[in-house]
Each structure stands twice: as structure tokens, then as C-alpha cells.
């Protein structure tokens, strides 16, 4: 959890995330999810996957997912 002023602080949050390697041999994670909150009641949240687990399309249908959870939605995204 982050103090109100906590753009700078998520971004730090982000970037020690960032940083950590991947563990590819034996029981190593390969995505890692992480929720930050801020003081005002909202929240951030960064979804980290090895680009051996996921592809541009797998991301696209990823990215179209949590839009619609954002928007109040109930992740119920219509593909063609």
C-alpha cells in the first residue's frame, strides 16, 4: 500500500518488479502478479508473464479481458 502521493512510489513498485529475473529451471514462476493501493481507495495492478508462456495474440485478448473488467464489465469480452 501507497501513501495518496503514491505515483512515484507504484512506479518504484514497478520497476523492483521489473528487475527480478526469471527462475526458468525447476518450480520457477513465469507470470507474477502484483496489486498496489493507493491512500485514495483505488489500486494498480501489474500482470509480469516470461514471453515463453504468451504470445501478441494471447496479449491482445489479455489486455481486451482486463479492459473490460476495468469498465465495470463481468469479463464477458464477444470475439469474432
Known sequence: EVG???EEAVAEVWKREL???WEL???GELVR???VRNGDGGASMMV???HVIVDEWSMGV???DFAELARGG???VKRG
Request: net charge positive; glycine share 20%.
Open 4 to 6: 495518496e502521493s503514491g
Open 19 to 21: 528487475r527480478k529475473g
Open 25 to 27: 529451471e525447476g518450480k
Open 33 to 35: 502478479v502484483v496489486v
Open 48 to 50: 509480469n508473464m516470461h
Open 62 to 64: 489479455l489486455r481486451e
Open 74 to 76: 463481468k469479463g464477458e
